[in-house]
């Protein structure tokens, strides 16, 4: 498969959390065309284990004009490595620190828009500690039994993407889920 050739980029937005670009592109297949593309930092979401139960954290979210129960995630801030973030992002959101960090992959949001994969990490052996929400967050911190969580996933009623794919890999890793896994073709 070819790659899009891009011709010509122009930033269109620019805010301190990320960025609007234009791209004048020549697709794969050879047509002409223009692209958008959201510049985030790099990103981190982070699923917490505290024995058999999960924390969320539930807020409110602009484009869904809804309150969204989702793992913690954030952007990185300059020259801050992906673990070091979720680990900011976890004591910022939900006051919680933990001890043992375990890599659960990297994941897409919006592969056509969005620039920055989200790696994402299982945290466990938690302690809870004073939270430090920026002004603009309203976070509530949410306990749910692992099964309940996985369940809820696959139902829709947790339904934020990365949430739900980070929960398919919790639940594979902690046994919770079987699956026949192949590689893709």
Known sequence: MSSYQRLRKWEIYRNPHLSVEAHQIVHPGGANGEHLLLVTPPCTAVVVADDDDLIFA???RFAAETDVLEIVKGGAEKDESALDCGKRELRE?????????????????IPSLVSQPVEVFLAHGIEH?????????????????????????AGGQ????????????????????????????
Do not use: F, M
């Open 93 to 109: 959101e939900l006051g919680i620190e933990a001890l043992h960090w375990q890599p659960l992959g990297t994941l897409y949001e």
């Open 158 to 185: 947790i339904n934020d993407a990365v949430t739900v794919a980070a929960l398919l890999r919790y639940g594979i890793l902690a046994g919770l889920l079987q699956l026949p896994i192949t590689s893709p073709s």
């Open 58 to 60: 539930r807020q409110p």
């Open 129 to 153: 500690v004073d939270a430090a929400n920026d002004e603009i967050e309203s976070v509530e911190l949410v306990r749910l039994p692992a099964l309940v969580a996985i369940r809820a996933a």
